[in-house]
Antibody, heavy 115, light 107 residues
Framework: DVQLVESGGGLVKPGGSLRLSCAAS????????MNWVRQAPGKGLEWVSS????????YYADSVKGRFTISRDNAKNSLFLQMNSLRAEDTAVYFC????????WGQGTVLTVSS | EIVLTQSPATLSLSPGERATLSCRAS??????LSWFQQKPGQAPRLLIY???NRAPDIPARFSGSGSGTDFTLTISSLEPEDFAIYYC?????????FGQGTKVEIK
């Protein structure tokens, strides 16, 4: 079965940094693009970033461009999101999702940015 | 970016009734349109991709239709577990975008 497990969330002060991880299993991780999607409290879904299977292509939402960096380690079946210069409006549940179809999602990890 | 507008915002129906949810795109997305279901405290689940293809293990009561700018998700007969929020999403153009969601609630 496909499984995606996010980790690394927590409470961070504005201006701080955090690195999220997503551990993948049950499929050939290196064959698929991967995505990060976030959901602010009580709000809808917002795409954050995507990375191609071989890391050649990386895409970012304008709201995070220049502050967040997506990466992956195909040898370790892992996806990452390095988040710098965090703002209160980055507070959300962060989900990783598999492939261009977003066909499988993890349960999410919570990021709270507050002083 | 392509804006997806879902209607209605809330749909109040009883179990057994038919649900019809709409998603309209600000420009053509061909058939690169997906539907997701999200229950409280859970991750979204892919229901429909490419406008009309059911994802694996999705019951046949869920169906999608449309192309271009107008799309519909139909639940033929609501089961108790179908009361949730539904989002459409396009992947025709970068960035991928989501609609604001339609909440299907028990009447």
């Amino acid at each position: 079965d496909v499984q995606l497990v996010e980790s690394g969330g927590g409470l961070v002060k504005p201006g701080g940094s955090l690195r999220l991880s997503c551990a993948a299993s049950g499929f050939f991780f290196s064959n698929y693009s991967m995505n990060w999607v976030r959901q602010a409290p009580g709000k809808g879904l917002e795409w954050v970033s995507s990375i191609s299977s071989n890391s050649n292509y990386k895409y970012y939402a304008d709201s995070v461009k220049g502050r967040f960096t997506i990466s992956r380690d195909n040898a370790k079946n892992s996806l990452f999101l390095q988040m710098n210069s965090l703002r209160a409006e980055d507070t959300a549940v962060y989900f990783c999702a598999k492939s261009r179809l977003f066909d499988y999602w993890g349960q999410g990890t919570v990021l709270t940015v507050s002083s | 970016e392509i804006v997806l507008t879902q209607s209605p915002a809330t749909l109040s129906l009883s179990p057994g009734e038919r649900a019809t949810l709409s998603c309209r795109a600000s420009q053509s997305v061909s058939t690169y349109l997906s539907w997701f279901q999200q229950k409280p405290g859970q991750a979204p689940r892919l229901l429909i991709y490419n406008a009309s293809n059911r994802a694996p293990d999705i019951p046949a009561r869920f169906s999608g239709s449309g192309s271009g700018t107008d799309f519909t998700l139909t639940i033929s007969s609501l089961e108790p577990e179908d009361f949730a929020i539904y989002y459409c999403q396009q992947r025709s153009n970068w960035p991928p975008t989501f609609g604001q969601g339609t909440k299907v609630e028990i009447k």
